[in-house]
């Protein structure tokens, strides 16, 4: 079975903060992707990464970075922590145009 | 750009009702086409996916069939158990370009005993 871990279950950080979400899978798949879930707008891509150190932006990527440095690690970097960043996020990996492979997702707040 | 389109929520239904819930998509191509369960306090998993036209889906009951000239990919199950309660996201997969789905906004069932 693929695995996907994410670092945190639940966050809580303060207004301006430099935020770091790590996801680690299992199964060397080349695709690797963040997005945040809000209620009634279902998930919305922030970043992806197709190979390392290789990184596209998503549909929402404004106030968010990314890091591949390993194959099997994909880290988003809130920079400065805004309230408005306050969201469910939720990491995928995954093999070509395929399905996806979801971790349990960290729930951030921002206060 | 792609675009999928769920059926609002909540949908609430009582043990061993019929359930249906309505997804469209716009989308260039031929993309391949997926439903995800999210249960309460976990992360998106697969339910099932079809990727041509025709193609029918299905996974503990539940089956969805890609139909091109109605742009749907409705969800369907003959009988709901509680244990069902969850949120539901239809979405799509591009064949080429940009390899991320494309989330409708999820459906919630509620599945009374």
């Known amino acids: 079975d693929v695995k996907v871990t994410q670092s945190s279950r639940y966050l809580v950080k303060r207004t301006g903060e430099k935020v770091f979400l790590e996801c680690v899978q299992d199964?060397?798949?080349?695709?690797m992707f963040w997005y945040r879930q809000d209620p009634g707008l279902g998930l919305r891509l922030i970043y992806f990464?197709?190979?390392?150190?290789?990184?596209e932006k998503g549909d929402i990527p404004e106030g968010y970075s990314v890091s591949r440095e390993k194959k099997e690690r994909f880290s988003l970097i809130l920079e400065s922590a805004s309230t408005n960043q306050t969201s469910m996020y939720l990491c995928?990996?995954?093999?070509?145009?395929?399905?996806?492979?979801f971790g349990p997702g960290t729930r951030l707040t921002v206060l | 750009g792609d675009s999928v389109t769920q059926m609002e929520g909540p949908v609430t239904l009582s043990e061993e009702a019929f359930l249906t819930i309505n997804c469209t998509y716009t989308?260039?191509?031929?993309?391949?086409l997926f439903w995800y369960v999210q249960y309460p306090g976990e992360g998106l998993q697969l339910l099932l996916k079809?990727?041509?036209?025709?193609d029918k889906g299905s996974n503990k009951g539940f089956e969805a069939t890609y139909r091109k000239e109605t742009t749907s990919f409705h969800l369907e199950k003959g009988s709901v158990q509680v244990s069902d309660s969850a949120v539901y996201f239809c979405?799509?997969?591009?064949?080429?370009?940009?390899?991320?789905?494309?989330f409708g906004s999820g459906t919630r069932l509620q599945v009374q005993p």
């Open positions: 995928a990996t995954g093999t070509s145009y395929n399905e996806q492979f």
């Open positions: 199964m060397d798949h080349e695709n």
């Open positions: 990464s197709y190979d390392v150190k290789m990184k």
């Open positions: 989308a260039t191509g031929y993309p391949s």
């Open positions: 079809a990727t041509k036209a025709d």
């Open positions: 979405a799509l997969s591009r064949d080429t370009g940009r390899r991320a789905l494309t």
